[in-house]
Nanobody, 122 residues
Framework: QMQLVESGGGLVQAGGSRNLSCAAS????????MGWFRQAPGKGREFVSA????????NYADSAKGRWTISRDNDKNRLYLQMNSLKPEDTAVYYC???????????????WGRGTQLTVSS
């Protein structure tokens, strides 16, 4: 089993930045594609970004393109999401996940963290 723990959420003003981190334990993330999803109140889980196992392929939701950057450090067993130009509509619980391919669909991911809350104030 792999345990994933997200951190870095909190309260930030619109226009600000935040760096989310996901720490993995139990297994190495090296053979896995990794992804970020989010869920706002009253809405379903939404794809944010994903990264292939080697880091050569990235996938971003339109809402994240040009604002955010996904990265990974396999030596530290961590996944990151650098978020810039935050907007109130980015308010959500952010989840990291590990799976076989850098897909935008949750069903392709085998392991999930419990999420970190990010609130963006206007």
């Amino acid at each position: 089993q792999m345990q994933l723990v997200e951190s870095g959420g909190g309260l930030v003003q619109a226009g600000g930045s935040r760096n989310l981190s996901c720490a993995a334990s139990g297994r190495s993330i090296t053979p896995y594609a990794m992804g970020w999803f989010r869920q706002a109140p009253g809405k379903g889980r939404e794809f944010v970004s994903a990264l292939s196992r080697g880091g050569g392929t990235t996938n971003y939701a339109d809402s994240a393109k040009g604002r955010w950057t996904i990265s990974r450090d396999n030596d530290k067993n961590r996944l990151y999401l650098q978020m810039n130009s935050l907007k109130p509509e980015d308010t959500a619980v952010y989840y990291c996940a590990a799976g076989g391919v850098p897909a935008s669909t949750p069903r392709y991911y085998n392991f999930w963290g419990r999420g970190t809350q990010l609130t963006v104030s206007s």
